[in-house]
């Protein structure tokens, strides 16, 4: 799948990307990274939602924020919203790191879902 570069630009101008912990490395650099995958992943986002965040009730989910330790996801639900913290298998260190862990969730959280 290629990177829709409008879809992501106009995530950036609809929700900026505000770091929750201003002093963790992967946070301060992740907005482009978080746009895309709101812009472009918002099926993953969901599947990790349900399986990994525990909120099979979700009907939505998108990116709040990414730091070394995990995604913090907003899953719509039938009665609100609720926010869900989905951590990686092991902490991270830089963009790059962030790409390989987002992704790893996301083969993870299909392999739940349909496990084939």
């Known amino acids: ?16 990307h505000v770091p929750a912990n201003p002093d963790d490395p992967v946070s301060q650099g992740a907005g482009r990274a978080i746009a895309h995958l709101n812009a472009d992943h918002d099926d993953a986002l969901l599947d990790m939602t349900r399986a990994l965040g525990g909120c099979d009730e ?9 730091d070394r330790f995990g995604l913090t996801l907003l899953a719509a639900t039938p009665s609100g919203e609720l926010a869900v913290r ?8 830089d963009a790059e790191g962030l790409r390989k862990a987002t992704v790893k969730l996301a083969k993870r959280a299909r392999a739940i879902l349909d496990p084939q």
């Not at 290629?2 to 950036?12: G, N, V």
């Open 1 to 16: 799948m290629s990177m829709d570069h409008d879809a992501t630009a106009q995530e950036m101008t609809e929700h900026p």
């Open 58 to 66: 979700a009907t939505s989910a998108r990116c709040l924020d990414a």
């Open 86 to 93: 989905i951590p990686y298998e092991e902490p991270i260190e």
